[in-house]
């Protein structure tokens, strides 16, 4: 069975920490790794990996794959208080002509001023 | 429009009441995904559409939980013989190609409960 899983659950730091966020995956059929933001309405779209080792980068938020090891990181630098969230991270996977997205629980980070 | 419309934004359903979820998504979307979010978790796979076409429903629960898109726009999540159990947010999502590796855009989803 396709399995996303993220730690920690969840994470509480002070501003101006930086966080790493783990996401590791086993699934058949691999095509792309999502992270997605999620305050108290819809996901936002961060980042969409496909190759291991290039690295996404935007702002204070960098994120890298390894499909050897099958996991993904979010990185967040000097966070700010705005930056507390659910992180979700989803993977894309192919079957039978078609295709959807296994989501993880999400790790919630909290950000203390 | 601007983004993925939902209504409605909260609903309250007595066990057994039948309710309807709509999805408006993006103009040209071709594919539209449905998620059920229970508290805490991330979104679960419902059921995925290209245009109208209803290419995977395993995520549904059970036979109560149906999905239509007759003209490959407008969705319509219906279920049947509401329980407690189905308290969640739904959330459909669309996204412009039907072959992945494109982002998919979130609806702000509809927050059921069941009393």
């Known amino acids: 069975e396709d399995k996303v899983v993220q730690s920690p659950l969840s994470l509480v730091v002070h501003e101006g920490d930086t966080v790493t966020l783990n996401c590791s995956y086993e699934v058949t059929n691999f095509r792309s790794l999502l992270w997605y933001k999620q305050e108290k309405k819809a996901p936002t779209f961060l980042f969409m990996l496909?190759?291991s080792g290039i690295e996404k980068k935007s702002g204070r938020l960098s994120s890298i794959l390894d499909k050897k090891e099958l996991f993904s990181i979010l990185n967040i630098t000097a966070t700010q208080t705005g930056d507390s969230a659910i992180y979700l991270c989803?993977?894309?996977?192919w079957g039978s002509g078609t295709y959807k997205y296994i989501f993880g629980t999400g790790t919630r980070l909290k950000v203390l001023a | 429009g601007a983004g993925v419309s939902q209504s409605p934004r909260y609903k309250v359903a007595k066990r057994g009441q039948d309710v309807a979820l709509r999805c408006d998504p993006i103009s040209g979307h071709v594919s539209l995904f449905w998620y059920q979010q229970a508290l805490g978790q991330g979104p679960e796979f419902l059921t995925y559409f290209q245009n109208e076409a209803q290419l995977d429903k395993s995520g549904l629960p059970s036979d109560r939980f149906f999905a239509e898109r007759p003209e490959g726009s407008v969705s319509t999540l219906k279920i049947q013989r509401t329980q407690q159990e189905d308290s969640a947010v739904y959330l459909c999502?669309?996204?412009?190609?039907?072959?992945?590796?494109?982002?998919?855009?979130f609806g702000p989803g509809t927050r059921l409960t069941v009393t």
């Open positions: 496909t190759s």
């Open positions: 999502a669309s996204s412009i190609r039907d072959r992945g590796a494109y982002e998919q855009y």
């Open positions: 989803a993977v894309e996977v």
